[in-house]
T-cell receptor
Framework: EPEVTQTPSHQVTQMGQEVILRCVPI?????FYWYRQILGQKVEFLVSFYNNEISEKSEIFDDQFSVERPDGSNFTLKIRSTKLEDSAMYFC?????????????FGPGTRLTVL | GDSVTQMEGPVTLSEEAFLTINCTYT??????LFWYVQYPGEGLQLLLKATKADDKGSNKGFEATYRKETTSFHLEKGSVQVSDSAVYFCALSDNNQFYFGTGTSLTVIP
């Protein structure tokens, strides 16, 4: 069964450094998403992406964040200058355009630790 | 705006006990409803879903019925196992976003 994959599974970085989190969505999906979950808290929406542009973003997704689909398979989240409060689990998700169109498929997540 | 309110935990049950985790939602349209499960150290896994009123989602002995009249999607299992210990998230989708509840931690003791 096709699945969303994410790399790395765990990233440790120093405050102020740039990080890029990578996701490979399901191959025929066209809508892509990033969510984050701070430890012990709920999952929060960051951004949605369709047709090579951001379609929606939350207040959390400020100028430090950017997303890109650099090729036909990868979908990346970049944090330009990490802060301690960026430490969280980051989930990528994708969905298709037919059938049960509301279902998003989630990746296993990348745990980001900012020191 | 759309939102999900979920029963707070943690919940501790003995093996073979009956489980209910309450979830209610607020939505302007006709959302789809989901339960996700997160086992320790892992990501989100879809447990079950329902896309319209009166639909019942079921998987691994868990069930939830989409109740439009009470705007609820309560999760139930008749007999829990130790392996069901995890955090359970209720969520709704209005096409372009998911809205998650705060999660309910379940611990099942032998």
């Amino acid at each position: 069964e096709p699945e969303v994959t994410q790399t790395p599974s765990h990233q440790v970085t120093q405050m102020g450094q740039e990080v890029i989190l990578r996701c490979v969505p399901i191959s025929n999906h066209l809508y892509f998403y990033w969510y984050r979950q701070i430890l012990g808290q709920k999952v929060e929406f960051l951004v949605s992406f369709y047709n090579n542009e951001i379609s929606e973003k939350s207040e959390i997704f400020d100028d430090q964040f950017s997303v890109e689909r650099p090729d036909g398979s990868n979908f990346t989240l970049k944090i330009r200058s990490t802060k301690l409060e960026d430490s969280a689990m980051y989930f990528c998700a994708s969905r298709g355009t037919s059938g049960r169109i509301n279902e998003q498929f989630f990746g296993p997540g990348t745990r980001l630790t900012v020191l | 705006g759309d939102s999900v309110t979920q029963m707070e935990g943690p919940v501790t049950l003995s093996e073979e006990a009956f489980l209910t985790i309450n979830c209610t939602y607020t939505a302007t349209g006709y959302p789809s409803l989901f339960w996700y499960v997160q086992y320790p150290g892992e990501g989100l896994q879809l447990l079950l879903k329902a896309t319209k009123a009166d639909d019942k989602g079921s998987n691994k002995g868990f069930e939830a019925t989409y109740r439009k009249e009470t705007t609820s999607f309560h999760l139930e299992k008749g007999s829990v196992q130790v392996s069901d210990s995890a955090v359970y998230f209720c969520a709704l989708s209005d096409n372009n976003q998911f809205y998650f509840g705060t999660g309910t931690s379940l611990t099942v003791i032998p």
